[in-house]
């Protein structure tokens, strides 16, 4: 609601934009939009601007920055700012692009050579007093205080952006016990160390505000000398008198700097609502596209609904003559896809205002299966793996899959946490859902969805991602449906044993615990377990939280040894986990009429591009205790005439460094099928191989997989546990027997500071802007991602690339077998005992020749009843 002329004062707010984008650069994390550049400090500007204008609703508006080049006082004195950090790497970018924004916004800026923005706003805010305006101005620098009036304000961001502290004469008096103008006099006076000002050496706050109080003003003080109390004090004043003088003149801000202004030019409502939208898009801030009243997209009301019943042959012609459908499923009321009960489908058709409404009764009609099968119809489809999941229970296999518009977003903006289909919409094609009802939505965005293919393959092609896109990732979208559908079986009753275990097992160690410490307590909490440990038991405290002591697993291995009770509470701990995060929680989700676990692989989560396993995580299933395979013995083929087949890559991510870095002896030692850790420790211990020992090929496993991940010498240290000295010169000398590491991972680095992104083999993009972080951690930590990410997601691309692979040859035989697991590098068969060998024999030639490296791609074959039991199996070579 805006001001009406007749009010009593209109406000002008002048902005510090030097200061305040310093302030929001600080106040935010590191961001970037999707071209990678960063946008900390430009949202957090922005953000508060609007917060400015909707608690405030200023009339006027001005935005004041300081230019590159020196200044009347740099003039006066050589050093002044001398002592000032650069500006960090990620901000200098930033400062054009906010500038660029608040042109969108139409809000006019000032900057000028020879003078800083503190004299723009000081110039601006006595010529805006004197029209007879009311001015706030908005800094992050306490030295505007020196220009509060009455009719002038100063606020003040005391902390981040958004807390506001407003500073008036009587807040300027009560705070520094001066008028504002005298605030001048106490710089000259004391200096200024954030603006390397001298002033007298020896006059702090205290002795300036005393002397200003007694004589007035500097000059006052200057004059009367010999009157001032305390010899070194009146020595001082004598010998720096003139730098006082100057140290006055460079605190004082200008206010007569020749500008030429209409205040009345300043408003805030000339901005062109698309212009600024498409700006806030191309940045990501979605979150701020709603202040704008930009397109709207096609009101429901537009669109026609055609109710498919008698006319779905004539559908299915138009649908094959155009080549290109839009789909979208709703299921049932409280099902999931994994149930197929589907209540309605909705297909578009491209530059149609139709959309078209299937509802089927029991089963799907015929012809609506031989749409979804059709090899010449593309599919573009809202939610593809919930639809080819949900279409499995019809016994319909979803074909030629071209477009899913989220999987689109992910590859573009991998690192980013996956956003709402509906947010999707409105940053890609700038429209707003806010007034459709929610039974509505999906059918406005089929209709849109032809557009926003146009606008997403436009951006992976830029990328160069449209092959990943299409050759793996959309088509990946058809076997984790599948493997969804197959689920796996579970034995509960064997779940429900080892929690009657468990549980008997847990009742004992609390027992002991409680005669070790004389009292019951609960283990379960840290509080009471801290009492116990720290006050009654007297064990030393080796770190403290707010809410008292701290007992976590790091507290507990340095406590080790000190008393008996300490492994009780660490294996109480292991187990208590083991029997709440999997034994009991995995019953509870078998299906009742399978009686298998259908988890949902998710292949839009991991920056990486590895697939992750949700409801429940069967990725995270222990294999190192003999506890946590106890809970793989639960997993068992469906019929006794199935075996379980695990195929697990050997060493995948040593391969593919291996071929990444084109390291001569690193390649060597996986053609000639040498042990590599054995072979790395004989190179970094300088024994011979037949005299590495298992501690030493520990080491080397380490090593190998520390310097694969970027691992730092302390890293190393901790894991091996030695000193970082020698953890170094392990790394060194990996480094120097194998130098073209070295080599790759300095231009791996090198590159990624240049484009801001790692690329994988087959060209998944992972951003990392942080690499050029001013932060040393966070640069740090970005190089290591830098280096492992090309690894990792290579990994990840192979096992994905050869799930298809497998999964299409397959399809061409009649095996008796089910594809149920992917797990980090195996995947899980089930397969009818009189097929194994030949259906053993598909898969490893299918796997093992999945990509092309330098060095060969293997995998280890195992068989068993259940996931647990499993032994070595070789393919037969007649099979």
Not at 119 to 137: F, M, Q, R
Not at 546 to 568: C, D, F, M, Q, R
Not at 778 to 805: C, H, W, Y
Request: negative net charge; glycine residues 4%.
């Amino acid at each position: 609601m805006s001001k009406t002329e007749n009010e009593e004062k209109k406000t002008l707010f002048l902005l510090d934009g030097h200061s305040l984008t310093h302030r929001a650069f600080y106040a935010l994390p590191l961001l970037t939009n999707d071209e990678g550049e960063y946008t900390n400090a430009v949202f957090g500007f922005i953000r508060m601007l609007f917060s400015l204008n909707d608690e405030w609703n200023p009339d006027r508006m001005i935005i004041t920055f300081d230019k590159k080049a020196p200044t009347f006082r740099h003039e006066e004195y050589e050093d002044y700012k001398g002592n000032r950090k650069k500006m960090p790497e990620e901000l200098v970018p930033q400062i054009p692009l906010l500038q660029q924004t608040i042109e969108k916004l139409k809000i006019p800026m000032l900057a000028q050579e020879g003078y800083e923005a503190d004299d723009l706003l000081g110039t601006l805010s006595k010529k805006a007093e004197e029209k007879g305006y009311k001015v706030y101005i908005v800094t992050g620098d306490r030295d505007a205080l020196q220009l509060v009036s009455e009719d002038v304000n100063v606020l003040y961001t005391r902390k981040g952006i958004s807390d506001l502290v407003k500073f008036d004469l009587d807040k300027v008096m009560e705070k520094y016990e001066l008028t504002p103008e005298k605030l001048i006099d106490r710089k000259g006076l004391m200096g200024d160390s954030s603006d390397n000002i001298p002033g007298v050496p020896g006059i702090g706050k205290k002795t300036a505000l005393k002397l200003l109080k007694e004589f007035g003003s500097m000059e006052e003080i200057l004059a009367n000398i010999d009157q001032v109390s305390g010899k070194k004090r009146k020595e001082n004043l004598h010998k720096y008198a003139d730098q006082a003088r100057m140290s006055y003149k460079l605190g004082k801000i200008k206010r007569d700097v020749p500008v030429d202004i209409d205040f009345d030019k300043c408003r805030l409502d000339l901005y062109d609502d698309q212009e600024a939208a498409e700006q806030f898009k191309k940045l990501g801030f979605t979150s701020l596209l709603d202040r704008f009243d930009f397109k709207k997209e096609l009101s429901f009301d537009d669109l026609e609904i055609v109710e498919l019943s008698e006319s779905l042959e004539e559908f299915k012609e138009k649908a094959v003559k155009v080549g290109k459908i839009g789909i979208s499923i709703k299921l049932k009321e409280k099902t999931k896809a994994i149930d197929g009960e589907i209540q309605t489908i909705l297909f578009s058709i491209k530059d149609e205002n139709n959309i078209y409404s299937y509802q089927p009764a029991h089963k799907i009609d015929a012809v609506v299966k031989e749409i979804f099968e059709s090899e010449k119809i593309e599919k573009l489809i809202i939610s593809g793996k919930e639809t080819a999941l949900a279409l499995l229970n019809h016994q319909i296999e979803l074909i030629n899959i071209k477009f899913e518009p989220l999987l689109a977003f992910y590859l573009l903006q991998p690192s980013s946490s996956l956003p709402e289909l509906e947010e999707v919409f409105s940053q890609e094609l700038t429209i707003s859902f806010e007034q459709l009802a929610e039974d509505n939505k999906k059918a406005v965005m089929l209709s849109r969805l032809f557009e926003l293919q146009d606008k997403l393959i436009s951006k992976l092609k830029k990328d160069d991602l449209l092959k990943l896109y299409q050759e793996i990732e959309l088509p990946l979208i058809k076997v984790l449906a599948r493997m969804e559908f197959n689920g796996v079986k579970v034995d509960k009753e064997w779940l429900n044993l080892l929690s009657e275990r468990l549980g008997k097992r847990l009742d004992i160690i609390v027992d002991k615990a409680h005669a070790l410490a004389g009292e019951e307590f609960n283990l379960n909490s840290p509080k009471q377990l801290g009492e116990i440990l720290f006050e009654k038991l007297g064990l030393p405290v080796i770190k403290r939280t707010k809410t008292g002591y701290s007992t976590n697993a790091n507290v507990l291995e340095k406590l080790e040894g000190k008393h008996e009770i300490i492994p009780l509470i660490s294996e109480y701990r292991e187990l208590a986990k083991l029997k709440s995060t999997y034994i009991d929680s995995l019953p509870p989700l078998i299906n009742d009429e399978s009686g298998k676990i259908h988890t949902s692989f998710n292949q839009m989560v991991t920056a990486t591009g590895r697939l992750s396993s949700t409801n429940p995580n069967l990725q995270n299933i222990p294999i190192r205790t003999e506890e946590g395979r106890e809970i793989r013995k639960a997993f068992i083929p469906s019929s006794e005439d199935m075996l379980l087949l695990a195929v697990d890559y050997s060493q995948i991510e040593l391969r593919v460094f291996a071929h990444l870095s084109g390291d001569e002896k690193l390649k060597e030692a996986f053609n000639s099928g040498a042990d590599i850790h054995t072979e790395t420790a004989a190179e970094v211990f300088e024994v011979g191989p037949d005299e590495v020992s298992p501690n030493l090929r520990r080491h080397a496993k380490v090593i190998n997989f520390g310097i694969a991940y970027g691992m730092s010498s302390y890293g190393l240290s901790q894991d091996l546990d030695i000193p970082v000295e020698e953890a170094q010169a392990y790394i060194d000398k990996y480094f120097e027997r194998f130098s073209g590491v070295k080599e790759y991972m300095d231009q791996t680095i090198k590159k990624v500071k240049e484009c801001g992104y790692a690329e994988t083999m087959f060209g998944r993009r992972r951003y990392i802007p942080e690499i050029n972080s001013s932060n040393y951690h966070r640069r740090s930590f970005a190089e290591r991602t830098a280096v492992n990410t090309p690894i990792q997601g290579t990994a990840a691309d192979i096992m994905k690339k050869s799930m298809l692979d497998v999964y299409d040859a397959l399809k061409e035989t009649d095996f008796d077998l089910n594809i149920l697991l992917q797990v980090h590098d195996e995947l899980v068969f089930e397969v009818n005992k009189s097929d194994l060998d030949e259906a053993a024999k598909l898969i490893k030639e299918k796997m093992e020749n999945t990509a092309e490296l330098d060095v060969p791609l293997l995998v280890d074959l195992q068989i068993g009843e259940n996931w647990r039991d499993k032994e070595d199996y070789e393919v037969k070579e007649n099979a």
